[in-house]
C-alpha cells in the first residue's frame, strides 16, 4: 500500500454536480472535506476528572459550532483524567488528558457548515489553559474540481 505524506494536492481531476458538494466546506478556491483542528492545553488549572462537566463542555460545544451530536462516550482514568468522544454528524471532537502534566487534547473534525473553532473556544472557556498551540487543517482539499 503505498502512503503519501505532506503532499499538496491529489493530481486527481474531479467532475460532480453541486449537489454532491453539500457536505464539503469551500474558503476561497479551496473546496475541501472539512476542517480539523488539533488543539493542545497546557497548564490546565484541574477539572481532569470531572466527567459531568467534560460531557456538557462537550455538548456546548456541539451546540457552537453548529453541529450534530449523535453520541458521547467517556471514559475515566484512575488516579485522573479522561478520554472520550463525541461522535457527530458532521465528524467527531475526542479528548484526552493528562492530569499529572496539566495537559489535554482536543481534536476537532467538522465539515460542512459547522464551525470548529467555536467548539474550541467553548472548551478554552471551560478549561481555561494558560497556553494553547492550535493547528486548523483543511482536511481533503480538491484541487482540480470541474462543477457540472
Not at 499538496?8 to 460532480?16: A, D, F, G, M, Q
Not at 482514568?77 to 479522561?82: A, K
Request: one cysteine or more.
Amino acid at each position: 500500500m503505498k502512503t503519501n505524506i505532506n503532499t499538496e494536492s491529489n493530481n486527481h481531476k474531479i467532475r460532480i454536480t453541486k449537489d454532491k458538494l453539500d457536505h464539503f466546506s469551500q474558503d476561497g478556491n479551496d473546496i475541501f472535506a472539512g476542517t480539523h483542528i488539533i488543539a493542545d492545553f497546557f497548564d490546565v488549572p484541574g477539572k481532569f476528572d470531572c466527567m459531568v462537566m467534560m460531557e456538557k463542555a462537550l455538548r456546548e460545544a456541539v451546540i457552537e459550532a453548529n453541529a450534530t451530536l449523535l453520541h458521547i462516550h467517556l471514559h475515566p482514568f484512575d488516579g485522573g483524567g479522561i478520554t472520550g468522544v463525541a461522535a457527530l454528524a458532521e465528524s467527531h471532537i475526542t479528548v484526552h488528558t493528562w492530569e499529572e502534566l496539566s495537559f489535554m487534547s482536543f481534536d476537532v473534525f467538522m465539515c460542512g457548515e459547522s464551525e470548529p473553532l467555536k467548539a474550541i473556544e467553548v472548551l478554552k472557556k471551560y478549561y481555561q489553559p494558560n497556553d494553547t498551540k492550535i493547528q486548523v487543517i483543511k482536511r481533503g482539499i480538491i484541487k482540480d474540481v470541474e462543477i457540472i
